[in-house]
T-cell receptor, first 111, second 113 residues
Framework: AQSVTQPDIHITVSEGASLELRCNYS??????LFWYVQSPGQGLQLLLK??????LVQGIKGFEAEFKRSQSSFNLRKPSVHWSDAAEYFC?????????FGTGTSLTVIP | DTAVSQTPKYLVTQMGNDKSIKCEQN?????MYWYKQDSKKFLKIMFS???????INETVPNRFSPKSPDKAHLNLHINSLELGDSAVYFC????????????FGPGTRLTVT
């Protein structure tokens, strides 16, 4: 079975600072890659996805992610974090049959 | 228009009771899911239906029984509720399993006392 690792359980950044959330996956072929955000008390919302083509993908809310096949990674970045970005972030992989989620990274933003 | 809706949003009940959670999607998707999110935010897939047929049935106690009356609805019935069933349950749907974006409902917070 595929697996998704988000090595950072919790990250704290200052408002205005840059952000990178890490995601590594285990899958033999090129997977379908997703980042979702979960605000407190809400369901998950798609930030961005990668299927093929340009390895740098842009998403909503100013987020971007880069697919690196050699590192089996799909890290999420934002150049300047806003207080409203405080949330739980999930990386997910699809293999054409199922989806697999990472354990999530909780982001705290300090003023 | 809400894409994926769940009812109820909150459910508080006692051990041993039976309860149901309902999910509806108006996106025309063929595939729907139930996930359980525990207190540590870990998301675990429970079931998946494609066009009313069960396609994923993870290791879940048989007290949990999904039912899909049509491809727009996926309900979850839980018998003999236990304290460990307390969690947030999310319904989701996608056009293509394992490929397309999933759309999540707002969640149902189940508390078993």
């Amino acid at each position: 079975a595929q697996s998704v690792t988000q090595p950072d359980i919790h990250i704290t950044v200052s408002e205005g600072a840059s952000l990178e959330l890490r995601c590594n996956y285990s899958y033999g072929a090129t997977p379908y890659l997703f980042w979702y955000v979960q605000s407190p008390g809400q369901g998950l919302q798609l930030l961005l996805k990668y299927f093929s083509g340009d390895t740098l993908v842009q998403g909503i809310k100013g987020f971007e992610a880069e697919f690196k096949r050699s590192q089996s990674s799909f890290n999420l970045r934002k150049p300047s974090v806003h207080w409203s970005d405080a949330a739980e972030y999930f990386c997910a992989v699809g293999d054409g049959n199922q989806f697999y989620f990472g354990t999530g990274t909780s982001l705290t933003v300090i003023p | 228009d809400t894409a994926v809706s769940q009812t109820p949003k909150y459910l508080v009940t006692q051990m041993g009771n039976d309860k149901s959670i309902k999910c509806e999607q108006n996106l025309g998707h063929d595939t729907m899911y139930w996930y359980k999110q525990d207190s540590k935010k870990f998301l675990k897939i429970m079931f998946s239906y494609n066009n009313k047929e069960l396609i994923i049935n993870e290791t879940v106690p048989n007290r949990f029984s999904p039912k899909s009356p049509d491809k727009a609805h996926l309900n979850l019935h839980i018998n003999s509720l236990e304290l460990g069933d307390s969690a947030v349950y999310f319904c989701a749907s996608t056009r293509t399993p394992g490929v397309g974006e999933q759309y999540f409902g707002p969640g149902t917070r189940l508390t078993v006392t």
